[in-house]
């Protein structure tokens, strides 16, 4: 009798397990970080990316783990509840995935990982039960500023820098606050007045990320390079409003689960500028320029793979 070959791990299905085109969204928090530090970005910088990348993992596996019976309902197509993963697998990534950023968070020093102590407390406490009340959005938004602080603090030493990053992590979260806002109501849609409050959100921080940074980022630096610092700020600082303003518009007009949808989508997507406009805006173009052609990669994979 023959033996059916063993089938593989479902790789598409977990490539939507773990959101692979947001992944991209990720390492621009730790550069953003070491930017705002003051610190020029190293072994211990990359050390901190691969620390954030793993807890980001953790929380995309985690979530979809706590969300099986409600995704069976809504979205029989995600990886558990179609049974392409299994739940047992799921939640084991996340473990994994949650020792191996605290281990290199470790790694890139204490500093980093008293940082990231609080921030795979925040994953795990968003997706097991903070995600289902009001306090939810503002979970996520500190799990994301967090993550900034993340690379300030492995890049720079004692904490200073993490409170020089604090104005930087500050605007990444109202960013992450206005777009987890949005996302509740992804699968129903409602009132338009959540995707205008986060088209506000967009607005101010267009107008904070366009204004010219303190001294401290610009000390020293010749007038040439000055001007073409705000210019590189500036047009980032476009890109960023028109990825995350112009879904938002839309869906405030018809805040229907399609509209919706790409509200969140577009709000994930501007993550990236917001991120370069936020390192340049620190004194670190070459680190914005970085961040910047992450956005494409992000757009490359999320035309094969969901973002939400």
């Known amino acids: 009798m023959v033996t059916p070959a063993r089938r593989g791990p479902d790789l598409r299905a977990w490539a939507e397990l773990l959101r692979l085109p947001a992944l991209f969204t990720v390492p621009g928090d730790v ?156 699968t129903t849609g409602g009132t338009p007045l959540v995707p205008l409050a986060a088209l506000a959100t967009a607005g101010a921080l267009t107008v904070l990320l366009g204004a010219r940074p303190g001294t401290r980022a610009t000390s020293g630096t010749p007038a040439p390079a000055r001007a073409a610092g705000d210019l590189l700020r500036t047009g980032i600082a476009t890109g960023y409003a028109v990825t995350a303003a112009r879904p938002c518009l839309h869906a405030a007009l018809n805040p229907s689960p399609a509209l919706t949808q790409r509200a969140v989508g577009g709000g994930i997507r501007a993550t990236i500028p917001l991120q370069a406009a936020l390192c340049a805006r620190s004194g670190a173009p070459a680190t914005a320029l970085l961040t910047v052609v992450l956005a494409p990669l992000a757009a490359r994979f999320a035309r094969k793979v969901s973002i939400t």
């Not at 990348?53 to 995704?71: F, I, K, P, S, T």
């Not at 795990?124 to 039960?129: F, I, K, S, T, V």
């Open 31 to 186: 550069l953003a970080g070491a930017s705002a530090s003051g610190g020029r970005p190293g072994p211990r910088t990359l050390l901190a990316i691969g620390s954030s990348v793993c807890l980001y993992e953790a929380g995309m596996a985690l979530n979809d783990w706590a969300d099986r019976d409600e995704d069976a309902a809504e979205r029989p197509h995600r990886p558990l509840p179609s049974g392409r993963v299994r739940p047992g697998a799921a939640l084991a990534a996340a473990s994994v995935c949650t020792a191996a950023g605290l281990a290199l968070a470790a790694r890139a020093g204490r500093p980093a990982l008293a940082v990231a102590i609080p921030l795979a407390a925040a994953v795990w406490a968003y997706d097991l039960g903070l995600k289902r009340t009001p306090a939810g959005p503002a979970a996520m938004a500190a799990a994301r500023g967090l993550d900034l602080l993340l690379g300030a603090a492995a890049t720079g030493p004692g904490t200073r820098p993490v409170r020089h990053a604090a104005p930087s992590a500050a605007l990444l979260a109202g960013h992450t606050l206005a777009v987890t806002a949005v996302s509740r109501r992804e």
